[in-house]
């Protein structure tokens, strides 16, 4: 099992608009496959962490990780 947080407006692709899921590994997948397969663009991402430390969409994820999805942060003001 991995643990995905999703964070910001990254919630609003999964079904149910969850922002922490718990999904099964059928076969082995790197963090942007599984995110694609949620329905999130890797293109909306402004980073990821895997078990606490940078991630690329290209890692492969194992059994037990945290991978977190940030998105892109916008507002403030001048």
């Known amino acids: ?41 890797v293109g909306m991402l402004s980073a990821l962490s895997l078990n606490g430390r940078r991630a690329s969409p290209e890692e492969l994820l194992s059994e037990g990780d945290l991978l977190e999805a940030f998105p892109p942060l916008c507002g403030g003001h001048e």
């Open 1 to 41: 099992m991995v643990t995905v947080k999703l964070y910001g407006t990254l919630n609003r692709y999964p079904p149910g608009r969850e922002s922490t899921l718990q999904l099964e590994l059928q076969e082995p997948a790197s963090a942007g496959q599984l995110l694609e397969r949620l329905g999130i663009p």
